[in-house]
């Protein structure tokens, strides 16, 4: 029962994901001077999501250029967000006592920011899309981060595990930024495996089954979870077209 809807309210929270994720892909395109909309964004993800399960690495993040016109910065794109991904994982692992005071001094220059807008407009938009893609990731691993230490939560309980708060208290951003960052490399299909090698290592004083457990229902409950939402909207979309 914990499980079953730990992984429903996860559903409900993926869309969260695809928003953040398309966001981000949006101002990184702008930033490289595509003429782009976030309704068009939001579709190449949604579409690169119904195979994010299935591949490895987050290959099928590359699916997102079948709907570019201009491939090539596409790519640079692409390659510039999974680069912005690693390193706000990174943050989190090395400046885990200071994030808080990190994503606050992001927001203040945002906000400080539209002082440049009656010096240089082109320096605006940048500065603006920069500072932006950086609060959004940070806000979106804050979030997976949440549902990771959810599962751990949804495991414990369902075995009625002794403290479990003691336990839980050592579920921490760092750590978990670090199994994210191994899960990400190309030795699986979509991070299976991997990732839950590194968590049992990394959580090491944890039990075994528990860790595995959660890192198993946290694939599902995000990786299982895109990749429903974009099967979901692939069928929709084929169907609509039919119908026209």
Do not use: C
């Not at 969260?16 to 001077?33: A, R």
């Not at 709907?67 to 706000?88: C, M, P």
Request: no cysteine; net charge positive; proline share 2%.
């Amino acid at each position: 029962k914990f499980t079953i809807l730990f992984l429903f309210l996860s559903f409900l929270i993926s869309p969260i994901f695809i928003i953040t994720k398309s966001t981000i892909y949006h101002f990184l395109k702008k930033l490289l001077g595509m003429k782009s909309s976030l309704r068009k964004s939001i579709n190449s993800v949604l579409f690169a999501s119904s195979l994010d399960v299935f591949t490895p690495a987050k290959i099928n993040d590359f699916a997102r250029l079948k709907g570019e016109e201009n491939k090539k910065l596409a790519l640079y794109a692409i390659f510039i967000e999974r680069l912005l991904d690693i390193s706000t994982l990174l943050i989190f692992v090395f400046f885990n006592n200071s994030f808080y005071f990190i994503i606050l001094t992001i927001f203040i220059l945002f906000l400080f920011s539209n002082f440049f807008y009656s010096l240089n407009k082109s320096l605006f938009n940048y500065f603006n899309l920069i500072s932006g893609s950086l609060l959004i990731s940070l806000f979106h691993w804050l979030i997976a981060f949440r549902i990771f230490k959810a599962s751990f939560e949804v495991i414990l309980n369902s075995l009625n595990f002794n403290q479990i708060l003691t336990i839980i208290d050592s579920i921490t951003l760092n750590k978990f930024s670090i199994v994210t960052i191994l899960g990400v490399l190309p030795i699986s299909v979509g991070g299976i495996g991997i990732r839950e090698a590194a968590a049992i290592k990394i959580f090491s004083k944890i039990d075994p089954y528990v860790v595995f457990a959660s890192a198993v229902i946290y694939g599902l409950a995000v990786s299982g979870s895109l990749s429903l939402l974009g099967i979901l909207y692939v069928n929709l979309n084929q169907r609509f077209s039919k119908l026209k």
